[in-house]
Every structure is written in structure tokens, then in C-alpha cells.
């Protein structure tokens, strides 16, 4: 003998997800079916930003090289910080020192600083 339960599922509903999921009685079948149509699609989406945001660090490294890059072969100079110190990079490979800088901040991720 094979029992059906029926049960009423109260669920918050995010923007954009039919309101007829708030209170909508239905079987563990179809709860599965629900959640596959309408959660599946999230957890994908969710997945495929962090995937995006995994390659910014690349992504934007390898815009600032070819920025810089662009910048020398048109003969102007840039600025960038190396060793401790504002340094001006010309064309020819030529290094200014301009300035002195404090050592990076050392930051767990999550913290919150407050710059003053």
C-alpha cells in the first residue's frame, strides 16, 4: 500500500518567482518538480557570477598590462607602485623614484576598515 502525503509549503519568494509558490499544497513529487523548474535556474545563476567573479582578478590585471602597455608605446609615462615607492616608468625603461609609500595593509577577507 502506497501512502501520498500531502503537505502545505510556506516559502519566501523572491522577486521574480509566481506568487502561487507562497502556500502551495502539493506532494513531495511535485515539490521536487517545483524546486528543479524554479530554484534550479538560481542555483546555476549563482554559480555562473561566481565563476565571473573568480576571473576578475586575471581579467583586470590583464587590462591594466595592456593599458600600461598602450600608454608607453604612445611615449608617455606611467605611474605605478613597486617596492615601497611611487615610481615613474618611462618609454625607454627608464625608473623615477618619486615617493616613499606605507607598506600594504595586511587584510583578513570580511573585515571592514574604516579609512579616516
Do not use: Y
Not at 84 to 93: A, E, K, L, N, S
Not at 103 to 112: A, L, Y
Amino acid at each position: 500500500m502506497t501512502t501520498t502525503r500531502h503537505f502545505t509549503l510556506r516559502l519566501f519568494v523572491p522577486s521574480g518567482f509566481p506568487d502561487g509558490m507562497r502556500n502551495t499544497p502539493c506532494s513531495p513529487d511535485a515539490l521536487t518538480l517545483t524546486l528543479i523548474q524554479h530554484g534550479w535556474a538560481m542555483v546555476e545563476q549563482e554559480r555562473h557570477i561566481q565563476e565571473l567573479e573568480n576571473r576578475l582578478p586575471l581579467a583586470s590585471g590583464e587590462a591594466f598590462a595592456a593599458a600600461q602597455a598602450q600608454v608607453l608605446a604612445s611615449g608617455q609615462s606611467v605611474l605605478q607602485t613597486e617596492a615601497g615607492f611611487i615610481v615613474r616608468v618611462f618609454p625607454d625603461g627608464r625608473k623615477q623614484r618619486l615617493k616613499t609609500i606605507d607598506p600594504p595593509t595586511p587584510v583578513t577577507p570580511g573585515t571592514i576598515l574604516t579609512i579616516r
